[in-house]
């Protein structure tokens, strides 16, 4: 895979293709430079990225994202090439995870992605782990419906895949309290009140905060998720106006 530098006219070119949804560009580019679908392109600190990587780049939900990942992948890009360089090994679909864009991970896994590739830097693990960590639920529920693994509780919890977390709570050995705490944490963060009822029952504590955040299950339960987040923070840049100012 051949590596080109990120400000070389032809990385600079490709990028204003791909966030802008220019699809001509894309395609004159892809017909003029052989092989530029698998190019990586490699930053000042070493750090190297995929034409994929672009694609799914925070905060994802570039025009016609999805159809360029059919485009690059059709040309040759490897959906499970990982971007190198950095504290994690995370993967397109890791990125997309981590912004809920799932009409991309749905290009993605249909291009032959793999969903349980380990990386993220949730746990340094799959891209349900990015999914769930990062509130991203329209990608985990995808994830979990093309076959991803639940197997862990507070995935089962902030899914409410209730049976689920009967079956991980009966496990052998048992869940820890933090263990239950946490997924209860991650059931008020995405909005299941069963579970969370039902994790309480168990020995949750109903203000534990696990240590990745400061935020209580309180907090947690009045918070944007990652897509209405990225949406909300869209609609300012474009102007729009609250009914409170």
């Known amino acids: 895979m051949e590596i080109v530098k990120h400000n070389d006219p032809l990385v600079v070119s490709f990028v204003r293709a791909v966030q802008t949804g220019n699809l ?3 395609r004159r580019l892809l017909n003029e430079v052989p092989g530029l679908a698998s190019k990586r392109a490699i930053d000042n600190k070493g750090g190297s990225r995929t034409t994929l990587h672009v694609v799914t780049d925070w905060p ?23 971007a190198t360089g950095g504290t994690f090994s995370e ?11 799932v ?31 990062y509130g991203c ?9 093309r076959g991803a693994h639940v197997d862990k509780l507070w995935h089962a919890a902030a899914l409410g895949m209730m049976s689920r977390v009967e079956e991980l709570m009966g496990s052998n050995p048992a869940p820890t309290v933090d263990d239950i ?8 963060s ?12 168990k020995g949750a504590d109903i203000n534990g905060v696990p240590g ?34």
């Open 60 to 82: 994802g939900y570039f025009p016609n994202g999805p159809l360029i990942v059919k485009m690059l992948i059709d040309a040759g890009a490897d959906p499970n090439a990982p």
């Open 212 to 245: 990745y955040t400061d935020r209580t299950p309180l907090d947690a339960a009045g918070s944007l998720d990652t897509r209405r987040d990225t949406l909300v923070s869209w609609l300012k840049s474009k102007g729009a106006k609250s009914s409170k100012e």
């Open 24 to 26: 001509d560009a894309l």
């Open 103 to 133: 009409d991309v991970a749905t290009a993605l896994i249909d291009g032959g992605a793999d969903i349980e590739v380990l990386g993220g830097s949730i746990a340094n693990g799959t891209p349900l782990d990015n999914a769930v960590g």
């Open 181 to 188: 705490t946490e997924a209860f944490w991650q059931a008020c």
């Open 91 to 101: 993967t397109p679909l890791h990125w997309a995870a981590s912004s809920d864009d």
């Open 137 to 145: 639920w329209n990608v985990a529920r995808l994830l979990v419906q």
């Open 190 to 201: 995405g909005g299941q009140r069963r579970v969370a009822d039902y994790l309480l029952s």
